[in-house]
């Protein structure tokens, strides 16, 4: 969920990689799959923002 409380579903890889891109994220379990937030969180500090729009890996955080 973005800062404007606009929400999307979405698999751990892409889950991951749209909150690294995201101001004041926040992302919660679906019933039946809690690991899967937290794997999203953890993934997401070892990625840039926007890791796919630039050849470097993305932008500076």
Do not use: K
Not at 37 to 61: M, S
């Amino acid at each position: 969920m973005d800062q404007h409380g606009t929400s999307v579903l979405a698999c751990v890889h892409h889950g991951a990689r749209l909150y690294a891109s995201l101001i004041r994220p926040r992302v919660y379990p679906l019933p039946g799959n809690d690991q899967a937030a937290i794997e999203v969180y953890r993934r997401a500090q070892d990625l840039p923002p926007f890791c796919w729009t630039t050849e470097n890996g993305g932008g500076a955080r």
